[in-house]
């Protein structure tokens, strides 16, 4: 069993930034594919950005340009850095690990004021 503990959540108003952290309790952090994803009100939830055990990314077209996901695997952690951020990007942000087996933080609410 993994466990992923977010942080970094808050209120911002649009155009400001955030960056979450997501700490996983796994010796094999490293093997991970590590993803970032969002539930809106009323809505889905949904990709935010992934990066996988090699480093390579890939991202919502509402992120690119905008957000920038990276790990470090020496401290089992990975990072959204979110900037230029905008009312709808108000979700509760999920950190999401695989590796054969789906895992799932608990959320940390992002809110954005116009």
Avoid at 59 to 81: H, P
């Amino acid at each position: 069993q993994v466990q992923l503990v977010e942080s970094g959540g808050g209120l911002v108003q649009a155009g400001g930034s955030l960056r979450l952290s997501c700490a996983a309790s796994t010796r094999i952090f490293g093997l991970y594919t590590m993803g970032w994803y969002r539930q809106a009100p009323g809505k889905q939830r949904e990709l935010v950005a992934r990066i996988s055990s090699g480093a390579s990314t890939n991202y919502a077209d509402s992120a690119k340009g905008r957000f920038t996901i990276s790990r470090d695997n020496a401290k089992n952690t990975v990072y959204l850095q979110m900037n230029s951020l905008k009312p709808e990007d108000t979700a509760v942000y999920y950190c999401n690990a695989l590796y054969g087996i789906n895992y799932w933080g608990q959320g940390t609410q992002v809110t954005v004021s116009s």
